[in-house]
């Protein structure tokens, strides 16, 4: 059975970095991308980036490159998304899902959501 | 890269069909047979119901269908049920290995 569990919610204020985790089991985690979603209070979902745990090939959406990292880590078969400074603005739900790829990509799998909220 | 538009809202009554269309440009939705959809529940994980325009994945009911016309792919639930109430998104390949969603739409039964 294929499962994604993320990491808990996170409560921080602007300026502190912040690292969440994806955790899979269930399937060959090299072998297919992970996807990082985004949707802030009331809004809808932002695609924010996608990468591949075998390589760690990682393509960000314009709108956030250079705003967060993602990352893996193979050998505990998990995936992260970090932030070096947070922001108010960054406050949202971030959800991880497994993608996959027909030439395009959709997302088969989900996980539950990590909520984030920075404040002062 | 702007989001594909949906409407904002769609509703109809147990039984019924509706559609949703989502609206991007020459260089995602109309350059690209790869436009997937999901059902989305507030406080839940969003799940895939359309792939690849119109492929359904395994579990998903044969009520959900897609469809694409140029820059316009489009969702239809047909026999409109009160579990179809819900957030719905398309997505689609944007090149470069980049994808966008929708804007969402909420669908009232």
């Known amino acids: 059975e294929v499962k994604f569990v993320q990491s808990g919610s996170e409560l921080r204020r602007p300026g502190e970095s912040l690292k969440i985790s994806c955790e899979t089991s269930g399937y060959n985690f090299p072998n297919y991308w992970i996807v990082w979603v985004r949707q802030m209070p009331g809004k809808g979902l932002e695609w924010m980036g996608i990468?591949?745990?075998?390589?760690?090939?990682?393509r960000y959406s314009p709108s956030f490159a250079g705003q967060v990292t993602m990352s893996a880590d193979r050998s505990i078969s998990t995936a992260f998304l970090q932030w070096e400074s947070l922001e108010a603005s960054d406050t949202a739900i971030y959800y991880c899902a497994r993608a996959r790829s027909s030439f395009g990509f959709y997302f088969d799998f989900w996980g539950q959501g990590t909520v984030v909220t920075v404040s002062s | 890269q702007s989001p594909l538009t949906q409407p904002a809202s769609v509703s109809g009554s147990p039984g019924q069909s509706i559609t949703i269309s989502c609206t991007g440009t020459s260089s995602d939705v109309g350059a690209y047979n790869y436009v997937s959809w999901y059902q989305h529940h507030p406080d839940r994980a969003p799940k895939l119901i359309l792939y690849?325009?119109?492929q359904r994945p395994s579990g998903v009911s044969d009520r959900f269908s897609g469809s694409k016309s140029g820059n316009t792919a489009s969702l239809t639930i047909s026999g409109l049920q009160p579990e179809d109430e819900s957030d719905y998104y398309c997505c689609s390949y944007a090149g470069g290995s980049t994808e966008v969603f929708g804007t969402g739409t909420k669908v009232t039964v």
């Open positions: 690849d325009i119109s």
């Open positions: 990468i591949y745990p075998g390589d760690s090939d990682v």
